[in-house]
């Protein structure tokens, strides 16, 4: 499944994540996914969900006019951290401040991955970018980061999505969850080693298991 995507992508571990919490939750045909270009439109020749492809970093945005016409559908906004944090950051922010009805998820590899590797806002050199600093700002319902590494940590970030759809089907307003993930591809390293990668400068640099609520 997924087989676009390259080997020990992130994209492929969230998904897996998000499509076991649909079923659970047994709203599947509930689901409209909308989704980022680039490497997140790799996803959607893969989910049977109603699904949009948006425009780079307008995802929260055209998931709000869904939202607003479409107000019984789970409308999940899936994108990666250049869409979240650099063309489409305007978006997210003035989302969180309205306090808009909003279920973001972001894979945050901190690269633009498919156009190969240009650092982003949240790249391994910047330690000065704390959106959870910013949102917490906007007193958003929920957010929360974890790092889809291994077995326990995934285990992590499928509670924090858990909570995070529960919270958005239950009160609305702003909800994210951040998943830092590796991109073999553009780090140029071994599956192995963008894990140690996370581990030992990522997890430094980020509050990881953030969570406010
Ligand atoms: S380039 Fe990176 S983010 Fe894109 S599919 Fe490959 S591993 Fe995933």
């Known amino acids: 499944m997924y087989d676009l995507l390259c080997n020990g992508c992130g994209h492929r571990t969230a998904m897996g994540i998000i499509d076991k919490i649909f079923e659970d939750m047994k709203i599947k045909n509930d689901v409209i996914f909308a989704h980022d270009v680039a490497c997140c439109s790799l996803l959607a020749d893969y989910v049977y969900y109603d699904g949009i492809m948006c425009p780079h970093g307008r995802v929260i945005p055209v998931s709000i006019g869904i939202k607003t016409a479409n107000h019984k559908n789970f409308v999940l906004s899936y994108m990666g951290d250049g869409a979240a944090y650099e063309i489409g950051f305007n978006e997210l922010i003035h989302a969180a401040s309205r306090k808009n009805d909003v279920c973001v998820v972001v894979i945050n590899n901190g690269i633009l991955a498919m ?4 650092k982003t806002a949240t790249n391994l050199q910047n330690s000065n970018f704390k959106i959870e600093d910013i949102l917490k700002s906007f007193d958003v319902n929920f957010i929360a980061r974890a790092i889809l590494t291994d077995r326990e940590n995934i285990d992590i970030a499928e509670k924090y999505l858990r909570e995070a759809f529960n919270s958005y089907i239950e009160r609305g307003g702003f909800n994210m969850v951040e998943l830092i993930s590796p991109c073999p591809t553009n780090y140029r390293k071994s599956i ?9 400068v990522v997890k430094e640099r980020y509050n990881v298991f953030m969570e406010c609520r």
């Open 115 to 118: 156009t190969g590797g240009q």
């Open 192 to 200: 192995a080693e963008c894990v140690d990668i996370i581990n030992s």
